[in-house]
Each structure stands twice: as structure tokens, then as C-alpha cells.
């Protein structure tokens, strides 16, 4: 399971950081008719290298604050890698 806080609307699509105990996650796509879902499955799926039939958004599927399911045995959630500042 991941703890997302996403924000919808970027300019690109990429880890921020840490929001509270959630991971923070900028995606360049609307929040219109789940298209900010679907773009975070694909940014989580290629980040991840797992395919996108693995994921799951499990909570707050109309919500910034998210936890995503991810049903793959392959799946290292250590490549979402924090930037540095």
C-alpha cells in the first residue's frame, strides 16, 4: 500500500516529497472525469516497473490524500525516489 498526496495539474509529473507521512506526488494531468487517477497509475507503474493492472487506488479516489494498492511481488516502492534539495 502507498500513503499519496497528490497534486493534479502540473507541469510534470514527479515525486516531490514527503507530505506528513505521505509520499507527495505532482501529476500533469486534470483532476477531470479520473484523469488525474489513470495518470498517476501510469507515472506509478513506469516509476515502478510494474504493469499498471497492479495498481488499485484503494482510497480517496476523489481526494488529494490517496493510498493506492499495488499487487505485483516485483514491485520496489524504493524507486519513487525523493529528490534532493
Same mark, same amino acid.
Given at each position: 500500500?502507498?500513503?499519496?498526496?497528490?497534486?493534479? $495539474?502540473?507541469?510534470?509529473?514527479?515525486?516531490?516529497?514527503?507530505?506528513?507521512? &505521505? +509520499?507527495?506526488?505532482?501529476?500533469? /494531468?486534470?483532476? =477531470?472525469? $479520473?484523469?488525474?487517477?489513470?495518470?498517476?497509475?501510469?507515472?506509478?507503474?513506469? &516509476? +515502478?516497473?510494474?504493469?499498471?493492472? /497492479?495498481?488499485? =487506488?484503494?482510497?480517496?479516489?476523489?481526494?488529494?490524500?490517496?493510498?493506492?494498492?499495488?499487487?505485483?511481488?516485483?514491485?520496489?516502492?524504493?524507486?519513487?525516489?525523493?529528490?534532493?534539495?
Amino acid at each position: 500500500m502507498l500513503d499519496l498526496h497528490v497534486q493534479p $495539474g502540473a507541469k510534470k509529473s514527479e515525486v516531490v516529497g514527503l507530505h506528513g507521512d &505521505a +509520499l507527495k506526488l505532482r501529476i500533469a /494531468s486534470p483532476p =477531470v472525469d $479520473g484523469r488525474a487517477n489513470a495518470a498517476l497509475i501510469t507515472f506509478l507503474a513506469a &516509476a +515502478l516497473e510494474v504493469p499498471k493492472q /497492479s495498481f488499485a =487506488v484503494v482510497r480517496g479516489e476523489t481526494s488529494r490524500r490517496k493510498t493506492v494498492r499495488v499487487a505485483h511481488p516485483g514491485a520496489n516502492p524504493g524507486r519513487l525516489q525523493i529528490p534532493e534539495k
